[in-house]
Structure formats: structure tokens, C-alpha cells
């Protein structure tokens, strides 16, 4: 029964947030932090319901009320009646009702660079090494595996695009980000409008200039604000950081070179400032010890970053 209650609450909140002329984003917000399993619930039916009316026979005499889901191709503006809206919210095991997704995966090999672009006139560009799961069915959803990605977002305020990586959830606000997965570290930086980072019940939100590191579980976001110049710098072949780890920089080398880059443990906490051009250490990759302030050993076709003897 209180999972059932939890329901037509998650559902009530869908109705009025997809209202056009919502405006209690306050209340919206008090009452996913009051417990930390309404967001899961909320994101649940948002991104189910609209599926489900197309099973659910249409009342003869509807009583209109505006509603827009939150999740990609199911929020098309649908007008439901409460009598609708009732019976969805307390329909049992309504996740086996969802429509088939349509997935499929895009992956690039080490050293290249890819751009997709979306059905929906999106974009998205792919560092080396980087696995991006998309779904033929609905444009405005995506999973970064991992890797780096550019997202270049075509802005539709009724149907957000959301972008799940690790533990967290992106979703656009009129957007160009930048996020990289490496193992269960998460970096977004955003370079033009802004994004909401949600995980659980918490939503962060990063406008551009802004950026935020997370682990699985905990997030923080950047002290310092970012050259909104130097996100997505990587596509065109320099590597910009702002104290960024040699461990992290050591991975990105990898992905962009197509060489194994290690960092010893004693440096790889060490912050890095500054910009790379990949070209020059594809040239020469002995370079990385110079502009890293590090010595760089090979190994034959890898390379280990250790502190200078």
C-alpha cells in the first residue's frame, strides 16, 4: 500500500511539473528531498506513463488537464483526464507495459574522434576509447559507458535531453557539455546554457563556466570557474586542464594517442594546469616529460609518467 501511495504521489507531481504554467519548483524540490526514493519513483513514471496511455481506453468525456512527461519521445504534450491519471497511478507492475527501447551502441577505438549526429538535430563527438549507448526509439536519451563525450544539444524545454552516466543523471537546459567517465569518476563541464545533475533526490545545477566532479555516491562541484574556451577542446586536438590529476591525464593521453599511459602512484594525485597539443606527443610521446614536469619511461609500447630522480 505505501508503494502504491508513493505512486499516485511520484504521478501527481508528473501531472503538474508537465503543466507549461508550473511555477512551484520549491515545493517540487522539498518533496523529492523528504525522501530519497521519490526521485527514483518520480523519474520511474515520467518515463513510463506516456506509454501507457495508449493502453488505457480513452474517456468518453475527458476533463482536459495539461500534461507533458519528462523523458524524451514521452513528453508529446498529452491531454488526460483524471480519471485516467487516477487509474495510471495506481496500475500495478506498470513497468511491464513500457514500450521497447530500441538501443544501440556507438564505440570508437583509441586515438580517434567521432561526431553523431541525432535525429533530433542534436549532436554528440566521441573521443577515443568511448562507448555511448543511444536508442533508435527516442533521440533525446543517452548513456556515456565511458570515455569522453561533446554534447551539442538542440534545446527543447517540453522534452529535456538527459545523458546517464555512473549514478547520475544530466539533463539539459539549453546546453553544450563536456563529460568524461573514467572508471567511477564522473567530470561534466558545461560551456553553454546549463545542466541539472541529479542523483537521487539531489539536483545540482551547472551553468556554463561551471563544473563538477563525482564519484559514485558523492559529487563536487568545481571551486573555480572554467574557460568556457578550453570545453571540448580535445576535438580539435589539445587537451586543456585546469589541475586535473596526472592519473586522469595520464588516461586521457591513452584514449587520444592510442598508447598505453600510466601514472606512478606517487604522482598520479599530482595537479596538472595546463594545455597539451596531442600532435606533438604523437610525434614524439618522450615530450609528455617536459611538458608534464615528470619523467615519462618506456616500457615497450607503454609509457609510465614517474617523478623526476
Same mark, same amino acid.
Given at each position: &500500500? *505505501?508503494?502504491?501511495?508513493?505512486?499516485?504521489?511520484?504521478?501527481?507531481?508528473?501531472?503538474?511539473?508537465? +503543466?507549461?504554467?508550473?511555477?512551484?519548483?520549491?515545493?517540487?524540490?522539498?518533496?523529492?528531498?523528504?525522501?530519497?526514493?521519490?526521485?527514483?519513483?518520480?523519474?520511474?513514471?515520467?518515463?513510463?506513463?506516456?506509454? &501507457? $496511455? @495508449?493502453?488505457?481506453? =480513452?474517456?468518453?468525456?475527458?476533463?482536459?488537464?495539461?500534461?507533458?512527461?519528462?523523458?524524451?519521445?514521452?513528453? %508529446?504534450? %498529452?491531454?488526460?483526464?483524471?480519471?485516467?491519471? *487516477?487509474?495510471?497511478?495506481?496500475?500495478?507492475?506498470?513497468?511491464?507495459?513500457?514500450? +521497447?527501447?530500441?538501443?544501440?551502441?556507438?564505440?570508437?577505438?583509441?586515438?580517434?574522434?567521432?561526431?553523431?549526429?541525432?535525429?533530433?538535430? #542534436?549532436?554528440?563527438?566521441? @573521443?577515443? !576509447?568511448?562507448?555511448?549507448?543511444?536508442?533508435?526509439?527516442?533521440?533525446? $536519451?543517452?548513456?556515456?559507458?565511458?570515455?569522453?563525450? &561533446?554534447?551539442?544539444?538542440?534545446?527543447?524545454?517540453?522534452?529535456?535531453?538527459?545523458?546517464? $552516466?555512473?549514478?547520475?543523471?544530466?539533463?539539459?537546459?539549453?546546453?553544450?557539455?563536456?563529460? /568524461?567517465?573514467?572508471? +567511477?569518476?564522473?567530470?561534466?563541464?558545461?560551456?553553454?546554457?546549463?545542466?541539472?545533475?541529479? *542523483?537521487?533526490?539531489?539536483?545540482?545545477?551547472?551553468?556554463?563556466?561551471?563544473?563538477?566532479?563525482?564519484?559514485?555516491?558523492?559529487?563536487?562541484?568545481?571551486?573555480?570557474?572554467?574557460?568556457?574556451?578550453?570545453?571540448?577542446?580535445?576535438?580539435? @586536438?589539445?587537451?586543456?586542464?585546469?589541475?586535473?590529476?596526472?592519473?586522469?591525464?595520464?588516461?586521457?593521453?591513452?584514449? #587520444?594517442?592510442?598508447?598505453?599511459?600510466?601514472?606512478?602512484?606517487?604522482?598520479?594525485?599530482? =595537479?596538472?594546469?595546463?594545455?597539451?597539443?596531442?600532435?606533438?606527443?604523437?610525434?614524439?610521446?618522450?615530450?609528455? !616529460?617536459?611538458?608534464?614536469?615528470? +619523467?615519462?619511461?618506456?616500457?615497450?609500447?607503454?609509457? &609510465?609518467?614517474?617523478? /623526476?630522480?
Amino acid at each position: &500500500m *505505501a508503494k502504491q501511495t508513493n505512486d499516485i504521489e511520484a504521478l501527481d507531481w508528473v501531472v503538474r511539473v508537465g +503543466d507549461p504554467a508550473f511555477d512551484d519548483w520549491g515545493a517540487f524540490q522539498a518533496w523529492l528531498e523528504a525522501d530519497p526514493d521519490r526521485a527514483a519513483r518520480y523519474h520511474a513514471l515520467s518515463a513510463d506513463v506516456d506509454d &501507457m $496511455v @495508449g493502453l488505457v481506453p =480513452p474517456d468518453a468525456n475527458p476533463a482536459p488537464i495539461g500534461f507533458a512527461a519528462s523523458n524524451g519521445r514521452r513528453r %508529446r504534450g %498529452r491531454w488526460l483526464s483524471g480519471a485516467l491519471a *487516477a487509474s495510471l497511478a495506481l496500475t500495478i507492475g506498470y513497468a511491464a507495459l513500457r514500450q +521497447d527501447a530500441d538501443p544501440y551502441v556507438v564505440e570508437t577505438a583509441t586515438g580517434s574522434i567521432r561526431t553523431i549526429a541525432l535525429a533530433d538535430g #542534436s549532436s554528440v563527438t566521441l @573521443g577515443g !576509447a568511448t562507448r555511448l549507448t543511444l536508442d533508435r526509439a527516442d533521440p533525446r $536519451v543517452a548513456t556515456l559507458d565511458r570515455g569522453q563525450a &561533446m554534447f551539442e544539444i538542440r534545446h527543447d524545454a517540453r522534452d529535456p535531453f538527459e545523458v546517464s $552516466v555512473g549514478d547520475r543523471k544530466l539533463i539539459d537546459v539549453g546546453t553544450a557539455f563536456d563529460v /568524461k567517465r573514467t572508471g +567511477d569518476v564522473t567530470r561534466v563541464v558545461v560551456s553553454e546554457g546549463a545542466v541539472d545533475v541529479g *542523483a537521487g533526490s539531489r539536483l545540482i545545477r551547472l551553468v556554463a563556466g561551471q563544473g563538477l566532479v563525482a564519484r559514485d555516491g558523492v559529487a563536487a562541484p568545481a571551486s573555480s570557474k572554467i574557460d568556457v574556451s578550453s570545453v571540448g577542446a580535445w576535438r580539435s @586536438g589539445t587537451l586543456a586542464y585546469a589541475g586535473a590529476p596526472i592519473g586522469e591525464v595520464a588516461g586521457d593521453l591513452s584514449r #587520444s594517442l592510442g598508447l598505453r599511459v600510466t601514472a606512478n602512484r606517487s604522482v598520479a594525485t599530482r =595537479p596538472f594546469y595546463g594545455a597539451i597539443v596531442v600532435a606533438d606527443i604523437r610525434r614524439d610521446p618522450s615530450r609528455m !616529460a617536459v611538458l608534464l614536469d615528470l +619523467d615519462a619511461k618506456r616500457h615497450g609500447d607503454a609509457w &609510465m609518467l614517474t617523478a /623526476k630522480p
